[in-house]
């Protein structure tokens, strides 16, 4: 997924849960996405962090600029691991985004973050209500709003937004511009000079990988996940000629190295591969202002 992430941390499910999702592919009974999150599967240690979120965003930005705030990630998935995972958060507000707005989710981010120790980080997203419902953002946004967000503040959008399935359109609209970004990606690995800045693009990279090295066979195997493990195993059965690449690449996302051997096989071997066979698999995702 290219703008709208799906959480940063790599943490996995249990086995119980996941012959469950094995079951059902992370389906509703009528064969549409199931919503993979909730406020009843935040575990003991996590719930004072969305508690405190709640009072922090609902006191800096208010009705009047808040049209909802959504958790997505592990924490609401139920498999945030202490000390390890982020908390992320969308926040769709009535009207565009503006400076004033970036700034407040900025100190929000700063508050939480230096106030629990059990997360590694805040990141919150901030778009407008409008886009939000675009048809252009049907199934980029809208997707990642009514399947991998849960609802923390506010009206939740999902009622107004149509069920998805695992088809070639929402492959398409997720990662179809995977080729976009592999020029930015090669300027940021030649201009790395340490070992922070090379783990930090590690992390983003392996990542959008493995989502869209998933999303690419998600069509195939009729179902979505969110878990990097499953993604790349997924991958590796309809992909076997690049399934050790794309292990390196889920192991690379749930522990970020610096090896820039490990970085260039990424962005110069497997991502433009991967670019070139979503596009002819899938198509290019739609144009964006």
């Known amino acids: 997924m290219s703008r709208w992430q799906y959480g940063r941390d790599g943490a996995t499910r249990t086995a119980a849960e996941d012959t469950a999702r094995a079951d059902h592919k992370g389906l509703n009974p009528d064969g549409t996405i199931a919503r993979e999150g909730s406020l009843g599967r935040v575990t ?26 959504y958790l997505y990630g592990s924490i609401p998935r139920g498999t945030a691991v202490p000390g390890v995972s982020d908390l992320d ?5 009535h009207g565009e985004p503006g400076a004033r707005d970036r700034a407040d989710a900025d100190a929000a981010e700063a508050v939480l973050d230096e106030a629990f120790d059990v997360i590694d980080g805040v990141g919150i997203l901030l778009v407008g209500a409008g886009a939000a419902l675009s048809e252009l953002e049907r199934y980029d946004l809208g997707f ?3 399947c991998l967000c849960t609802p923390l503040l506010g009206e939740d959008l999902a009622a107004r937004l149509p069920a998805q399935r695992p088809t070639s359109v929402l492959a398409r609209e997720t990662n179809g511009d995977l080729a976009l970004v592999l020029p930015r990606w090669r300027a940021r690995l030649r ?10 693009l590690c992390r983003r990279v392996a990542r959008r990988i493995v989502r869209t090295g998933f999303t690419l066979v998600m069509p195939r195997w009729g179902g979505w996940t969110s878990d990097l493990h499953e993604s790349a195993e997924l991958f590796a059965l309809h992909c076997p000629q690049r399934a050790d690449q794309m292990r390196l690449a889920a192991a690379a ?6 090896d820039p051997a490990v970085l260039r096989t990424l962005v110069e071997d497997l991502g433009p591969w991967l670019a070139a066979e979503y596009t002819a698999v899938h198509g290019e995702k739609a144009a964006r202002p």
């Open 44 to 69: 003991a240690d996590f719930a004072p962090v969305v508690t405190a979120a709640r009072t922090e965003i609902a006191d800096r930005f208010g009705d009047n600029r808040l049209h909802g705030a």
């Open 144 to 146: 990642f709003i009514s």
């Open 253 to 258: 996302a749930r522990t970020p190295t610096p």
């Open 89 to 93: 958060l969308l926040l769709v507000l």
């Open 191 to 200: 201009g790395a000079a340490t070992d922070t800045e090379r783990r930090a």
